[in-house]
């Protein structure tokens, strides 16, 4: 069964716009870690935030922001002031800290591209 | 800290090869990942180590596939008789040692061309 769900294959944003990325995930451990992850066309993997599964307050860093809520078992990525540079491949990721061995897992991705 | 550094960065073989790619971690990191990425998909988990110890390895990958930690440092990741469908970027990434929060850190992969 897929454990990370990125239900936007593409997504389009105006220059300056909010964008947000959707992640959905399954786990049956209380104690999981969410990373998200940029991936330009060059291919290098940039770590962009991360949620703790017992974290009260949402992540933020910098234009980044996620929107967590546990009880959906949904942690968005939302980018602010888009930019084109911003236009690349974002992945969502999960770590199980009880079942899995510190295992990482990725989402199939969400393609954004910026307008100018 | 030079980074997760990956050898070679690209390799094209005949279908019936072995090959064998090198990962060298971030130092201090004792975990350390293995994936395989199609274009326009999501890194596919392969195995994992923590230090020598090999924890987990993916049940979608064939007994072609082995990977090795010697000593808790570099890696190798071997695939013999290789097919088409092996034609992928297999990516790198280490982990410190503890925490959830750790987040991974990638190489550049090396790029698998079966021809």
């Known amino acids: 069964a897929q454990k990370i769900t990125q239900t936007q294959p593409g997504m389009f944003v105006q220059e300056k716009e909010a964008v947000t990325l959707d992640c959905t995930y399954d786990?049956?451990?209380?104690?999981?870690?969410l990373f998200w992850y940029k991936q330009p066309s060059s291919g290098e993997m940039i770590f962009l935030i991360y949620?703790?599964?017992?974290?009260?307050q949402n992540a933020t860093e910098g234009r980044y922001s996620l929107n967590f809520q546990k009880a959906r078992k949904s942690a968005n990525l939302v980018i602010s002031a888009s930019q084109l540079g911003d236009s690349a491949m974002y992945f969502c990721?999960?770590?199980?800290?009880?079942?899995?061995?510190?295992?990482?897992?990725f989402g199939p991705g969400t393609s954004l591209s910026v307008i100018p | 800290d030079t980074g997760v550094s990956q050898n070679p960065r690209h390799k094209i073989t005949k279908r019936g090869q072995n090959v064998t790619f090198r990962c060298d971690p971030i130092?201090?990191?004792?975990?350390l990942y293995w994936y395989r990425q199609t274009l326009g998909q999501g890194p596919e988990f392969l195995t994992y180590?923590?230090?020598?110890?090999?924890?987990?390895k993916s049940r979608l990958l064939s007994d072609r596939f082995s990977a090795e930690r010697p000593k808790g440092s570099f890696s190798t990741l071997e695939i013999q008789r290789t097919e088409q469908g092996d034609s992928a970027m297999y990516l790198c990434?280490?982990?410190?040692?503890?925490?959830?929060?750790?987040?991974?850190?990638f190489g550049n992969g090396t790029r698998l061309t079966v021809t």
């Open positions: 990434a280490s982990s410190a040692t503890t925490g959830l929060h750790s987040p991974l850190h």
């Open positions: 786990t049956s451990d209380q104690s999981y870690g």
């Open positions: 949620q703790g599964s017992y974290d009260e």
């Open positions: 990721a999960m770590r199980e800290g009880e079942t899995s061995y510190d295992k990482v897992i």
């Open positions: 130092s201090e990191h004792n975990r």
């Open positions: 180590f923590q230090n020598e110890a090999q924890l987990e």
